[in-house]
């Protein structure tokens, strides 16, 4: 897996939105690689960003949002110079989006076959309606929904198999990247597992990589090779999923372990993270998170914090980890050094 090229890798992205009281940055400096085949999550409270890095990645952020700096490369191919007809193909062939009001994404007049039809045909100008037909069909069949269904109106399904026919569409062009930002969070807690089972064995047949969202960090840990964390616009770790619930480095990410029930063992008490998240029109200098941080220290308050590699793949932007990344022949007793 490390000699393979990321098929996605976001450059120290920022992402501002122009509001009445002025520009506000949403995302900032945010950079992480998606390797073919891979699920990457992105975590944190509500507004951290994680929509915004998510339709910036589908470039589909519209006013008032704007990228106001870095790069998203898609094999390479910086996304953000894609003219219109690049873009077109990108959306559709490379990365497919399936959002939370995937319900609305369902054109309600039209019969399930109409809607896969104009999604193959406009982009295959060479293929049949017959041809099309056939593989909308196929589609509908890997997503477990009979092909005679074909002939019904949204409305005729029930939500989840609503869900499952948008990630039947999204999938339509075998697209190498598939965006879900809380593709599920509408249904039920079983339907929501079914679901995104059938999307991992999907993964697991065509071999695309998914960038997922969600707020349920049990879901994510399960589903997910690594996961991102973000607080008030920036990515404060980046670990593999079993890390972040069992070896969490950074103390928002600790905090946000702590505020979820454990999928297995004794119940505990959960604790929440203290505090309300930031707002953006008023960043301090130093660490976002030190207004919440429990082990807050004066260089928190005085110097931006940068993720930097403390354990094998794993990346933390704390200073409380500072002496062994400076140090890195020291062994590493992280706990201990950091106090935590
Ligand atoms: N249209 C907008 N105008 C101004 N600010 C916006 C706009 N849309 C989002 N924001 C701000 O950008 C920040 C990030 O929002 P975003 O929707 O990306 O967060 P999120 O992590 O997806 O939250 P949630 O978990 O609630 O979906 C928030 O502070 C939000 O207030
Ligand atoms: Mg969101």
Not at 265 to 280: A, R, S, Y
Request: aromatic share 8%; net charge negative; glycine share 6%.
């Amino acid at each position: 897996m490390t000699s393979q090229q990321p098929l996605l890798s976001v450059r120290q992205l920022c992402v501002d939105y122009i509001t009445e009281s002025g520009d506000v940055r949403a995302v900032n400096s945010v950079s992480f690689d998606i390797m073919p085949g891979e699920v990457f999550g992105l975590a944190g409270e509500s507004g951290c960003g994680k929509s915004t890095v998510a339709f910036s990645v589908a470039r589909l952020h519209k006013p008032p949002a704007y990228i106001s700096g870095g790069e998203i490369l898609f094999k390479g191919e910086n996304i953000l110079h894609f003219d219109d007809e690049r873009l077109r193909s990108y959306r559709w062939r490379q990365a497919s989006v399936v959002f939370q009001s995937a319900m609305n994404a369902l054109n309600p007049v039209l019969r399930m076959e109409e809607q896969f039809c104009d999604v193959l045909l406009a982009h295959n100008p060479g293929l049949t309606r017959y041809e099309a037909i056939k593989r909308a069909q196929e589609l509908l069949e890997i997503v477990d929904i009979h092909p005679s269904r074909l002939k019904d109106y949204p409305h005729q399904f029930s939500g989840g198999m609503r869900q499952r026919l948008v990630i039947a569409i999204a999938m339509a062009l075998n697209p190498e990247l598939l965006i879900m930002d809380e593709p599920t969070t509408a249904l039920d807690v079983v339907v929501q597992r079914e679901i995104l089972q059938k999307v991992y064995a999907l993964k697991e047949k065509f071999n695309f990589s998914i960038l997922f969202i969600t707020h349920d960090l049990s879901l994510m840990v399960e589903f997910c090779d690594r996961i991102g964390i973000m607080y008030a616009g920036e990515l404060v770790e980046v670990a593999p999923s079993k890390s972040i619930l069992t070896a969490p480095l950074h103390p928002y990410t600790r905090g946000l372990g702590n505020s979820f029930p454990p999928l297995h063992g004794p119940k505990t008490v959960l604790e929440g993270i203290p505090g309300t998240p930031l707002n953006l029109l008023e960043v301090p200098v130093g660490c976002r998170f030190q207004a919440r941080c429990a082990k807050v220290h004066s260089r928190c308050r005085q110097e931006y914090t940068r993720l930097a590699e403390i354990r094998p793949g794993q990346q933390t932007a704390c200073h409380l980890y500072e002496v062994a990344e400076q140090q890195p022949d020291l062994p590493i007793y992280l706990d201990k050094a950091a106090g935590c």
